[in-house]
């Protein structure tokens, strides 16, 4: 805690004063390399020195854009990929499989039913029977009571 008959030191005025210099010395830097580059870039170089190419100019490999038309017609058509032929076979795949499914659920079914059936009188090997096995007799349907 101060004390109330001492006076507060004011800061060393020598780094107040050298605190800015070195921002400002460094934007004066950039001042004077951005004013004699536009200096150099007005006076238009290019036409005081000639300059060559500074490569060879090489052929883009493959086959042009003018090759192609001559080739194929300069005709315009709309290109269409096999997308559409793609989402078919993917389509007819799906139904393919769906119908298996089906198919094998229909099956167990019919196992599982013909399973849970009792068989009457088995006929004798000799035996034709006119009259197909006899179904499961199904349970009658759960009425809810009215509220």
């Known amino acids: 805690m101060a ?4 006076a ?6 020598g780094l107040v004063k ?3 210099m070195g921002p400002l010395v460094a934007g004066l830097g950039f001042a004077l390399a951005y004013g ?3 200096r150099l870039l007005s006076f ?3 036409e005081m020195i000639r300059f060559g190419p500074r490569f060879d100019v090489q052929v883009f490999p493959g086959t042009s854009l003018e090759n192609l038309r001559l080739r194929f017609g300069d005709q315009t058509t709309r290109i269409q990929a096999e997308l559409d032929l793609l989402e078919l ?3 007819l795949k799906q139904e393919q499989e769906a119908a298996a499914k089906a198919k094998a659920l229909k099956e ?4 599982a039913a013909a399973a849970t059936t009792e068989p009457a009188a088995a006929p004798e090997q000799g035996e034709a029977t006119d ?3 006899a179904a499961a007799p199904v349970p009658a349907p759960a009425v809810a009571p009215a509220p």
């Not at 167990?108 to 196992?111: C, D, G, H, L, V």
Request: hydrophobic share 30%; no cysteine.
């Open 131 to 133: 009259k197909p096995p």
């Open 89 to 91: 076979d993917k389509q």
């Open 36 to 38: 004699v580059t536009e």
């Open 18 to 20: 050298t605190i800015w």
């Open 3 to 6: 004390k109330a008959g001492s």
């Open 8 to 13: 507060v030191k004011p800061p060393p005025s």
């Open 108 to 111: 167990e079914q019919a196992a």
């Open 44 to 46: 238009n170089v290019g």
